[in-house]
């Protein structure tokens, strides 16, 4: 397990190192609330990111709006740039809800644009937490208490591959499908995969770079990330899980047994 390790050139000074063993104590002892007081500038999110340190489990920073998040989320990645640190707020930049007005039976259809870059976040987010890492801090607004597919189901949906294992490519192909990705050959975007001879690209969702997937006849040669615009290696693995490519997702159990009630 990773523990959770500071990168700062400075230290607790003042008042910091007693709210810091105030604060670890009381979560240790399991109090259910505490509060930190303090003026802007007093260094509360370097004591916070301290406690954290010290408590070392993931943990939940709740902001009331975007643009505080976002802050938190750059100082946290700051303190903490060897762990998982993750954003996780709405993914609209521009939501109108449906309205009919009576008086001029005017109907306004319901219209929205989605932030690309906000919806990976989220994706990233969940996929580390579904990858049972313990040093994961996710800074969210308060739409992180929304619904979304069930973790059951995302879990299930987790494709685990190695080096060496032996899988029929075409069922690898339908189980991509299963997690939401779609095949496209041409444009390479997130949450596609496309096949070209022996190997299978996968644009993760959640992720800036591809997985390449290489068979030597029903047996995965090779496991390695590229970059999707040049194809340019970057890394190679020996094991990999590949999250699901949407958080709104559910098992062919559910599908079916919906139909059914339908």
């Known amino acids: 397990m990773t523990d959770f390790k500071i990168s700062s050139d400075f230290k607790p000074t003042g008042d910091q190192p007693e709210a810091i063993r105030q604060l670890t104590t009381g ?5 259910k609330a505490q509060v930190l007081l303090g003026v802007t500038g007093s260094g509360k999110t370097f004591t916070i990111a301290n406690v954290i340190a010290q408590v070392n489990k993931p943990t939940l920073i709740l902001s009331h709006n975007k643009t505080l ?30 309205a009919y007005i009576p008086t001029t039976d005017t109907y306004i259809e319901k219209d929205l644009a989605i932030n690309d870059d906000i919806d990976r976040l989220r994706l990233s987010a969940v996929s580390s937490l579904l990858s049972g890492r313990k040093d994961v801090v996710v800074v969210s607004s308060v739409s992180c208490i929304y619904g979304m597919g069930g973790p059951a189901a995302m879990e299930s949906s987790i494709i685990s591959i190695k080096k060496g294992q032996r899988i029929d490519r075409n069922v690898f192909l339908r189980r991509l499908v299963e997690s939401q990705y779609v095949r496209n050959d041409i444009d390479m975007q997130r949450g596609n995969f496309r096949v070209k001879g022996d190997h299978v690209d996968v644009f993760m969702a959640y992720s800036e770079h591809a997985l390449r997937i290489t068979w030597w006849d029903d047996e995965i040669d090779e496991i390695e990330e590229i970059d999707p615009i040049d194809n340019h290696h970057l890394l190679s693995f020996g094991e990999y899980q590949i999250y699901p490519a949407n958080l709104f997702i559910t098992t062919q159990e559910q599908t079916h047994a919906a139909i059914r009630k339908i």
Request: a negative charge; proline letters at 6%; aromatic letters at 26%.
């Open 27 to 31: 979560l240790l002892r399991g109090d």
């Open 69 to 98: 998040a976002a802050q938190l989320y750059e100082e946290m990645k700051g303190f903490f740039p060897n762990n998982a640190i993750e954003y996780y707020v709405s993914y609209y930049d521009y939501y109108q809800p449906e």
